[in-house]
């Protein structure tokens, strides 16, 4: 459930990686926290 969601999540954040860089850093850096 939890690697689905952050799957989808990164999916998603790829969409704006261009845009937002530190935007899907940030993504990444809460997905580890949470674990």
């Known amino acids: 459930m939890v690697v689905f969601a952050t799957g989808f999540w990164i999916k998603k954040?790829?969409?704006f990686t261009l845009l937002h860089?530190?935007?899907f850093i940030y993504l990444i850096c809460i997905n580890f926290i949470s674990c």
């Open 13 to 15: 954040a790829q969409k």
């Open 21 to 23: 860089d530190d935007f």
